[in-house]
């Protein structure tokens, strides 16, 4: 989504930005995208390992009805 928006589309970006907040209001709405983006991707490291240690669970007690089998 974002790669095609390209260098023009950029600066016409921050410009609109610049003109409709302010340059006070700019590095607070920074700010805040930075912490918001922050969140998500600690959110989604957390899932995604949550998800790891239960495959990796699985597969160890499979392991261990396997070896009992065998038995």
Known sequence: ML????????????T?????F???KLPE?????GQTL????????ELTSDIT????DDIKDMKEIK???NA
Not at 38 to 45: I, L, N, P
């Open 67 to 69: 070896k009992n089998l």
């Open 53 to 56: 240690d239960d495959i990796a």
């Open 22 to 24: 302010g340059p006070k």
């Open 38 to 45: 922050k969140e998500f991707k600690k959110s989604t490291r």
């Open 29 to 33: 709405i920074g700010r805040a995208f």
């Open 3 to 14: 790669s095609n928006i390209g260098i023009p589309g950029l600066i016409l970006i921050l």
């Open 16 to 20: 609109l930005a610049l003109i409709i």
